[in-house]
């Protein structure tokens, strides 16, 4: 999927989640939050399906300076994102849906922390490797 499609699709499934979500927040009759995250699922489910067709599709890495944007670990890497934003937006609905105490904020919040941890140790020895250069 082209980038100017990925984008366009990123930006209506986030326009249709804010307009649910703005009549859920504004209304007197409430609705699922499972029927409000659903745009954004949609998007991560389109997300997930581009990276296992092009795991599929594209199998001719030979070496790292050939490596394109989507092969390899770089796959990998986006995929366990995607999956921790859909875990982290799952606990979020259940929480929001049963008020009861039974889930403590700690365990709706721990897919985020884990993803902004993941993501700092990919993230940052690139950029010292790059510095001391």
Same mark, same amino acid.
């Given at each position: *999927?082209?980038?100017?499609?990925?984008?366009?699709?990123?930006?209506?499934?986030?326009?249709?989640?804010?307009?649910?979500?703005?009549? #859920?927040? #504004?209304? /007197?009759?409430? #609705?699922?939050?499972?029927?409000?995250?659903?745009?954004?699922?949609?998007?991560?489910?389109?997300?997930?399906?581009?990276?296992? &067709? $092009?795991?599929?599709?594209? !199998?001719?890495?030979?070496?790292? $300076?050939?490596?394109?944007?989507? &092969?390899?670990?770089?796959?990998?890497?986006?995929?366990?994102?995607?999956? *921790?934003?859909?875990?982290? #937006?799952?606990?979020? &609905?259940? /929480?929001?849906? !049963? /008020? $009861?105490?039974?889930?403590? *904020?700690?365990?709706?919040?721990?897919?985020?922390?884990?993803?902004?941890?993941?993501?700092?140790?990919?993230?940052?020895?690139?950029?010292?490797?790059?510095? /001391?250069?």
């Amino acid at each position: *999927m082209p980038l100017t499609q990925r984008a366009l699709t990123t930006w209506a499934s986030m326009v249709v989640f804010l307009v649910l979500l703005t009549i #859920q927040l #504004q209304s /007197k009759q409430k #609705q699922s939050w499972y029927t409000i995250f659903m745009p954004i699922w949609m998007d991560d489910a389109l997300t997930a399906l581009f990276i296992i &067709c $092009s795991c599929v599709h594209s !199998n001719s890495c030979h070496a790292i $300076s050939e490596m394109p944007v989507f &092969c390899g670990s770089r796959r990998c890497i986006i995929f366990i994102i995607c999956l *921790m934003k859909i875990i982290a #937006q799952l606990t979020l &609905c259940h /929480k929001l849906e !049963n /008020k $009861s105490p039974q889930l403590p *904020m700690v365990y709706v919040f721990l897919p985020i922390w884990t993803l902004i941890i993941y993501l700092i140790i990919i993230v940052v020895p690139p950029l010292i490797r790059h510095y /001391k250069e």
